[in-house]
C-alpha cells in the first residue's frame, strides 16, 4: 500500500512539474484590445471616456450596474467610482490618453487604457480601448488567461459600437 501512495506522490509532482513548466511558456502579461472609428469631434469622444458619469450610456454592464461615486471628482485623474463590487480609478490622463486601474473586491488589478487618435480634417477620432493583466506563475492563472480575449473582447466590441451609435 505504501509504494502505491508514494507513486501517486510522485507521479502527482511531476504532473505539477509539467504543467507548470508548460505554462510558464505563456506570456506573464495579457492584453485585449479592441478599436473603433467615430464620426464625431475628438473633444466630445474624449468627454466620454474621461467623464465617468457618460459611462453608464455606453459602456456595458455599467448601464444596469450600479455605479457609485467614491471621488469628489468626476472626470480625470483621481476620479474614483465603484462598479459592482470593484473600484476603478482613473490613475493618468493626457491629451490622447487616458489610464484606468480596475481592482476587484478579491484585490486583482487590471489596467485599463484608451488611445485616442484623430483626423481633424474628416472629424474622425479612432479610439483604442485596452485591458492589460499581470498573470502570476501558477499553472491555473496561466492557462486561465487564454480565456481573456473570449470574455473581455466581445463586451468591449458591443460597448464600443454604443459609444458609437450615441455619438454619432
Known sequence: MSRLLKLAVISFVILFLIVTSIGLLFPSTVRVSRAISISAPYDTVYNYLNNVTHWKQWMDGADSTTIKLISTKTAGTGT????GTGNVSIIHNTAD??????KS???NIQTSG???VT???HKITTVQWYFEQHI???PWERFGSMA?????????????????????
Request: aromatic fraction near 12%; glycine fraction near 6%.
Open 148 to 168: 481573456n480575449d473570449k470574455v473581455l473582447g466581445p463586451v468591449m466590441e458591443q460597448s464600443l459600437d454604443k459609444l458609437k451609435k450615441i455619438l454619432e
Open 105 to 107: 473586491e478579491q484585490g
Open 97 to 102: 490618453s487616458i489610464l484606468t486601474e480596475w
Open 136 to 138: 502570476g506563475w501558477y
Open 80 to 83: 474614483v467610482i465603484k462598479i
Open 114 to 116: 484608451f488611445y485616442l
Open 119 to 121: 483626423d481633424s480634417i
